[in-house]
């Protein structure tokens, strides 16, 4: 089917010329199946070519009918659109009928993040000497210490640690390299770990590889693994929100604005490349000066 065909060009050339990861391919592929069962449902999906404005329209209209987030809305017909992108620059297609669409927010949500003391509530609960304790230690510590990506934390080598000068390279999306700094706790948490944890589970089943993280059989985790982990220690904790892997990243850039840190420098070691998407921290950090001015101002 030559539907498909193009569908699997493109993700082919996310994964070998954009180098993003599984995860990402994946999503991808739902926005782009999830917008062909919509128009299967609302009178047939006759192919991408003959997709026009109405198509979109109808699109819109149904996700909108099936009550889905503006930010779920948003990615998906950003997905479709770069998709397009790439139909029209490889010559596949003439036109990107999604090239014009400008989506009314409905007031954007703000990231949810969790304050100090809930951070320390997280890593006392961890807290533990057997080995996948030690593991979990050290993956909180740098997930919050460098507010790197679930997937960039999963495909970490040992080689991207520098413990000299105290900073991780990160390969992010698109093939962009950072670097971010970690600190003392970091640092130590990841010692531990390799000296007295890694080492020992990966001898017991015979696991040769550089990643820095490892299951419980010493293989590389997975950002599913990471998931589950998190989940695990919010479990150990008196706190009732849900735990998603992004809200360490959401905190580690909110304490840092909070604290003082130019927005520039945020943008920098989240590897954002616009900085208009970091600035949805300075929303959150704003509302919790508006909460703490609602507190302690007298008037």
């Known amino acids: 089917m030559i539907e498909q065909d193009l569908v699997d060009k493109y993700i082919d050339y996310l994964v070998i010329n954009r180098h993003y990861s599984d995860d990402t391919k994946k999503s991808y592929l739902e926005d782009i199946n999830n917008f062909v069962h919509a128009l299967d449902q609302n009178g047939g999906f006759q192919g991408f070519s003959v997709v026009n404005r109405f198509d979109v329209e109808t699109y819109l209209t149904f996700m909108d009918e099936q009550e889905y987030s503006d930010d779920t809305i948003a990615r998906r017909i950003s997905s479709l659109r770069s998709f397009y992108n790439y139909l029209v620059r490889n010559n596949f297609l003439t036109k990107n009928p999604f090239e014009l669409v400008q989506l009314r927010r409905k007031g954007r949500k703000l990231p949810r993040f969790f304050y100090e003391n809930e ?17 979990d230690s050290a993956l909180l510590e740098l997930l919050y210490a460098t507010g790197m990506r679930v997937s960039e934390c999963a495909n970490l080598t040992m080689s991207q640690l520098d413990f000299a000068n105290g900073v ?13 700094p970690f600190g003392e706790y970091a640092q130590t948490a990841l010692q531990k770990y390799f000296q007295d944890a890694r080492k020992v589970i990966m001898n017991k089943y015979e696991q040769d590889h550089d990643f820095v993280f490892i299951n419980n059989r010493g293989k590389q985790i997975t950002s599913r693994g990471i998931e589950y982990i998190l989940d695990k220690i919010i479990k150990k904790t ?42 949805i921290y300075t929303h959150v950090t704003m509302e919790h000066l508006q909460k703490d001015y609602k507190k302690y101002f007298p008037r």
């Not at 991780?168 to 971010?180: E, P, S, T």
């Not at 992004?246 to 130019?262: C, K, P, Q």
């Open 238 to 279: 008196s706190l009732t929100a849900d735990i998603h892997p992004h809200m360490i990243r959401h905190t580690f850039a909110t304490h840092l604005l909070d604290n003082g840190a130019d927005l520039r420098t945020v943008q920098e070691m989240l590897g954002h490349s616009s900085l208009s998407t970091t600035q």
């Open 119 to 135: 951070m320390k509530q997280l890593f006392e609960a961890v807290k533990g000497d057997d080995l996948l304790s030690q593991r």
């Open 168 to 180: 991780v390279l990160i390969h992010g999306k698109g093939d962009k390299d950072r670097y971010v």
